[in-house]
């Protein structure tokens, strides 16, 4: 059954709650914070390391079955952030790895200059009006109101595509006046760090912090190759963290300056890599399907042709709706056919072999990879934003006449508003929570927490014993719980439990005995 399709929530709905239910707060709060920087608070490492998990299990232990139904060959590998400079030149990002960026002379901003537009006068004659990709509004209020005159009467121009002579009548998104942006810089997103306590900061001693983790497997692919007995097609698969300076942090979570990635590289012989990198593509978006992300939220771009790496044949991007997107997408992944670039690049400039023997034929190839790189952190993002859901529930009612409610719609009559996260339980912080019917009765108290010290040998669980059942049963729907457990008189006389659903929110009593079966079958 085709369920409605939610909007999506608000960037500023998710970061409230986020903060408020202690999943994600601004790094170095109480010092006023670090732009580009966040901290995952108890609940939100909860769901960062079980996304991570996830991937892993389905990635690494036990890949999905290749085209022709055969099992694949996935190994892990853990390399460190700090690598030899060397890295960062034969992979070509000390020479491009870079954005252009402009800066406002008045407000000190920094812009992303491919992520700046311009309203530009169809007349050629006037002022033109800098907006942020997506956000025209402040534009368009200064066109009436500055210009006296109509969008319509504007193109809309790339800022990097903008003839530089144009530059000093172009008005910044947050200037007062026109004629402040600088034209376009190249800036590399690598940060540098000096290596030994006595050195200098000299050339000699700078270091990187990896923008990616794939440069890590593509310097360990032979040691993997000399140990593990792997051979060709297989992969090597790596999660961590990764660093860039980006001009423009926003989005929250979506564009950090350190965040986690998930890459394969998937090593192939050159003349079977197209068939592979269309397996990974359609592989990988059925992922995120499986993990219960609405494939309506999901879509393949394809790049075009001019969008290539020179190296590269094909990429693809796995885009999501995200709230502040929509109704468009934005990248949540991308799988890339590398061809034998980093490999030879690495070869090359190492002078290590790289060749693959290839034992049936006595054939030596430098593999072809097919690259699926995700964002763990912003792969927390789509969860958040898929589970995030409203309802309006009948009041004393538990099961049935639920509606999703729209935003900003008003509460009917008779209904109260829930805010639920409906994580797959696989995903979800806590997986269950524990409560006694009543917080001053021993026998109940006691019951609750010897199930509770039960429980949570197997999964990450929470007692609570405030407040109403139902306001319990709230405060975990918001946080994603995907079942709560009450312990009430009955328990005692015939010990049975309630559990409770979070999404149906129906009921059902089951013998203590079998709830630890009961919730192994739930795929928590
Ligand atoms: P973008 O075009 O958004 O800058 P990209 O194409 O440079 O991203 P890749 O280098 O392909 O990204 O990185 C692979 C994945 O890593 C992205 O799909 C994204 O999920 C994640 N990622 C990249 N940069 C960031 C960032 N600054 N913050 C959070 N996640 C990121």
């Known amino acids: 059954m085709q369920t409605e399709h939610k909007t ?3 960037l500023e709905t998710l970061v409230t709650l986020c903060k408020r239910r202690g999943f994600i707060f601004q ?32 990635m690494v232990r036990n890949p999905p079955l290749g085209p022709d139904g055969e099992m694949l060959d996935i190994v892990g590998l853990d390399s460190a952030i700090i690598q030899n400079p060397k890295v960062w030149a034969a992979s070509g990002h000390l020479g491009g790895f870079n954005d252009p960026m402009a800066d406002c002379r008045e407000s000190k901003s920094r812009y992303r200059a491919d992520h700046l537009m311009v309203y530009v006068p169809e007349s050629g004659e006037g002022t033109a009006f800098a907006f942020l990709e997506g956000e025209p509004a402040v534009a368009e209020k200064r066109i009436k109101k500055n210009a006296k005159s109509d969008p319509s009467a504007y193109k809309v121009v790339a800022f990097t595509d903008l003839d530089p002579a144009l530059i000093p009548s172009v008005w910044g998104p947050d200037a007062s006046e026109p004629g402040t942006l600088t034209e376009p810089r190249q800036f590399n997103l690598m940060f540098k760090t000096f290596i030994g306590a006595l050195a200098g900061e000299g050339e000699e001693n700078t270091a990187y912090l990896r923008p990616e983790t794939a440069q890590g497997i593509f310097i360990n692919y032979k040691n993997v190759v000399d140990t593990m007995r792997v051979k060709l097609p297989f992969g090597i698969a790596q999660v961590g ?3 860039r300076n980006e001009v423009t942090p926003r989005n929250f979570i979506f564009r950090s300056r350190e965040f986690e990635q998930m890459e394969l590289e998937w090593f192939c012989h050159p003349d079977d890599a197209t068939k592979w990198y269309n397996f990974w593509v359609e592989a990988r978006l059925q992922w995120w399907a499986s993990l219960g ?7 393949r771009r394809d790049h075009d042709e001019d969008e290539l790496a020179h190296y ?10 995200y709230g502040f997107t929509a109704p468009g997408f934005g990248e949540l992944e991308g799988i890339a056919h590398r061809g034998d670039f980093d490999l030879t690049q690495h070869q090359e400039a190492s002078g290590t072999k790289m060749e693959y023997l290839v034992q049936e034929t006595n054939e030596k190839v430098i593999p072809h990879v097919i690259e699926p ?11 958040l934003n898929e589970a995030y859901t409203e309802e309006f529930v009948p009041k004393g009612n538990t099961e049935g006449g639920v509606q999703l409610a729209k935003p900003g719609a008003q509460v009917p009559e008779g209904y109260e508003k829930r805010v639920v996260l409906k994580f797959a339980p696989r995903l979800a912080p806590i997986k269950v929570a524990i409560f006694p019917l009543l917080k001053n009765r021993e026998e109940l108290v006691g019951k609750a927490k010897d199930l509770y010290a039960e429980l949570r040998k197997t999964w990450p669980c929470f007692y609570d014993q405030t407040g109403a059942i139902g306001r319990r049963y709230r405060r975990q729907d918001e946080i994603g719980t995907p079942f709560c457990v009450t312990v009430d008189f009955d328990s005692l006389e015939d010990n049975t439990v309630t559990v409770r659903d979070r999404d149906s929110m129906k009921q059902e009593r ?9 919730l192994h079958s739930k795929g928590i």
């Open 27 to 58: 790094s170095s709060e109480i010092y006023n914070g670090l732009n580009g920087f966040w901290d995952f608070g108890p609940l939100g490492t909860e769901l960062k390391n079980n996304l991570r998990d996830a991937w892993w299990q389905d």
């Open 293 to 299: 992300v609405d494939m309506r939220n999901l879509r």
């Open 373 to 383: 790189s995700s964002g763990l952190t912003r792969g927390v993002l789509v969860l």
């Open 8 to 10: 999506p929530a608000s």
């Open 510 to 518: 089951i013998p203590a005995s079998e709830l630890k079966a009961w």
């Open 241 to 243: 963290k990764s660093f």
């Open 312 to 321: 590269s044949t094909a990429c693809a991007d796995v885009e999501y709706q």
